[in-house]
């Protein structure tokens, strides 16, 4: 069983509408939680790093946030642009990182 | 100030073939990672190293070699290429663990029939 579960596996919105993308863990004990975007074609560039003791944290429309007692992240992705299109990973920091499958996301005009 | 640099892009070999993928960062950073990503999966870690000279294996070992000579430098070796070895390859760099950022390089795409 994957130790990083993310829903849904994938998702179209419309340009300018806000989605909310989850990621469920089992890692534990771990020190922190990561979300990558994957453009197509390219290698994975880091959004967010939350320490266990963090709640939230914000890069520009993305806001991820973290509940460590019930051991769930979300990505917050607020009026999303076409440039969104991407997977989203989340990834747990135990002695290893440990990577989950992604979220696709594709934003249309 | 190129970052993570990988080649070649694309690469189509033959089963029992063997080839290098080639990885180099300019950063000076002492934590260099491979990674494989299949389809519908996460990111598997194969192997890495903490320094010049360091290796050790990751989650996915088996059929793959690699060294570090230098601090720039971490190639990942093929050593007989099988189908199941059909994927997608990413270099990552770190100055160290904990809360610094992994920085990947741009992917060799592997294909072997």
């Known amino acids: 069983k994957n130790q990083v579960e993310q829903s849904p596996q994938s998702l179209i919105i419309l340009e300018g509408k806000n989605c909310t993308l989850q990621c469920n863990y089992t890692v534990s004990p771990f020190s922190n939680l990561r979300w990558y975007k994957q453009d197509t074609g390219r290698g994975p560039v880091s959004l967010t790093i939350m320490t266990f003791s963090e709640n939230t944290k914000s890069n520009g429309r993305y806001t991820a946030t973290l509940d460590a007692d019930t051991k769930q992240s979300s990505l917050h992705i607020t009026a999303s642009q076409l440039s969104d299109s991407a997977s989203y990973i989340c990834?747990?920091?135990?002695?290893?990182?440990?990577f989950g499958a992604g979220t696709i996301l594709r934003v249309k005009s | 100030n190129a970052g993570v640099t990988q080649t070649p892009k694309f690469q189509v070999l033959k089963t029992g073939q063997s080839m290098t993928l080639q990885c180099a960062q300019d950063?000076?950073?002492?934590?260099m990672s491979w990674y494989r990503q299949d389809p519908g999966m996460g990111l598997r870690l194969i192997h890495y190293s903490v320094g010049a000279g360091i290796t050790d294996q990751g989650e996915v070992p088996n059929g793959y070699n690699v060294s570090r000579s230098t601090t720039e430098d971490f190639p990942l070796r093929l050593l007989s290429a099988a189908p199941s070895q059909t994927s997608v390859y990413f270099c990552?760099?770190?100055?160290?663990?904990?809360?610094?950022?992994?920085?990947f390089g741009p992917g060799t795409r592997l294909t072997v029939t």
């Open positions: 950063m000076n950073h002492e934590y």
């Open positions: 990834v747990v920091r135990r002695d290893k990182l440990v």
């Open positions: 990552a760099t770190t100055p160290g663990t904990g809360e610094h950022e992994q920085y």
